[in-house]
């Protein structure tokens, strides 16, 4: 795999001084590092060689764009963005095949971003959990944003939610499978908005042990007997 860390600013470079070509250096170095973890994300989202790499270019772009300074874990943001843009690109070929999308996963957040932005990213998270919640057992869901959210291997995934390995594997493909259609159950208004809120936090900060509780929390919970009969 090729990636061209300079094509951002071959064409239009200026006069900066130490610090700065120190700094883009470091940028540079943590992406190189990152990149076939990123290309693993991106091919086992798209299958496809080639978008694969074009999805780990842009992310590049992405990195070299953005405010640095406030990122607080390079890896989870770098993670979170080449997950988000290759289930973009999926999302978008079905479309054009005219089939059912599942839900994308939000970029990492730009600290730079206005309200306006933050507001509208907020409500593309929101809809998004929504129908991991509508669609999705609570087990089928926690390997789901584990995995390609946050690519967790599934051995720790499996560890997280006390299942095994190869029964998080069947789960991630059952709802792969859910999110392409099938029944919709109602959605509890408090454990979505802990959801969206946990994700968030997550992905903002890097920290993902409120996540992680959360959902082992949801797949051991035994339902209440309302909800229960409701599935039956």
Same mark, same amino acid.
């Given at each position: 795999?090729?990636i061209?860390?300079?094509?951002?600013?071959?064409?239009?470079? *200026?006069?900066? @001084?130490?610090?700065?070509?120190?700094?883009?250096?470091?940028a540079a170095?943590?992406? #190189?590092?990152? /990149?076939? &973890?990123l290309?693993?994300?991106g091919?086992?989202?798209l299958?496809d060689v080639?978008?694969?790499?074009?999805?780990?270019?842009?992310?590049?772009?992405?990195?070299?764009r953005?405010?640095?300074?406030v990122v607080?874990?390079?890896?989870?943001?770098?993670?979170?963005?080449t997950?988000?843009?290759?289930?973009?690109?999926?999302?978008?070929?079905?479309?054009?095949?005219?089939?059912?999308?599942?839900?994308?996963?939000? *970029?990492?957040? @730009?600290?730079?971003a206005?309200?306006?932005?933050?507001?509208?990213?907020?409500?593309? #998270?929101?809809? /998004?959990? &929504?129908?991991l919640?509508?669609?999705?057992?609570?087990?089928?869901?926690?390997?789901?944003?584990?995995r390609?959210a946050?690519?967790?291997?599934y051995?720790?995934?499996?560890?997280?939610?006390?299942?095994?390995e190869?029964?998080t594997?069947?789960?991630?493909?059952?709802a792969?499978?859910?999110?392409?259609g099938?029944?919709l159950?109602?959605?509890?208004?408090l454990?979505?908005?802990?959801?969206?809120?946990a994700?968030?936090?997550?992905?903002r900060?890097g920290?993902?042990?409120?996540?992680?509780?959360?959902?082992?929390?949801?797949v051991?919970?035994?339902?209440?007997?309302?909800?229960?009969?409701a599935?039956?």
């Amino acid at each position: 795999m090729t990636i061209n860390l300079l094509e951002s600013r071959r064409d239009h470079m *200026e006069p900066i @001084d130490e610090r700065s070509i120190n700094g883009w250096d470091g940028a540079a170095a943590t992406f #190189v590092s990152a /990149a076939p &973890r990123l290309y693993a994300i991106g091919l086992r989202v798209l299958q496809d060689v080639g978008e694969a790499e074009d999805v780990v270019q842009e992310t590049w772009l992405r990195w070299a764009r953005a405010n640095r300074s406030v990122v607080v874990s390079p890896a989870a943001f770098l993670a979170l963005t080449t997950t988000r843009l290759a289930i973009n690109v999926t999302q978008s070929a079905r479309k054009r095949r005219e089939t059912s999308a599942g839900p994308w996963l939000p *970029e990492t957040p @730009d600290h730079s971003a206005g309200p306006e932005t933050a507001a509208e990213r907020h409500e593309a #998270v929101d809809g /998004a959990i &929504r129908m991991l919640l509508e669609r999705l057992t609570p087990a089928e869901r926690a390997v789901y944003l584990l995995r390609i959210a946050f690519d967790y291997p599934y051995r720790q995934i499996g560890e997280i939610l006390h299942l095994g390995e190869d029964h998080t594997r069947q789960l991630l493909r059952r709802a792969r499978h859910h999110l392409s259609g099938g029944r919709l159950h109602p959605v509890d208004t408090l454990t979505h908005r802990r959801l969206v809120r946990a994700f968030l936090s997550a992905a903002r900060t890097g920290d993902l042990a409120d996540l992680e509780a959360l959902l082992a929390t949801s797949v051991t919970r035994r339902p209440t007997t309302a909800s229960a009969t409701a599935t039956r």
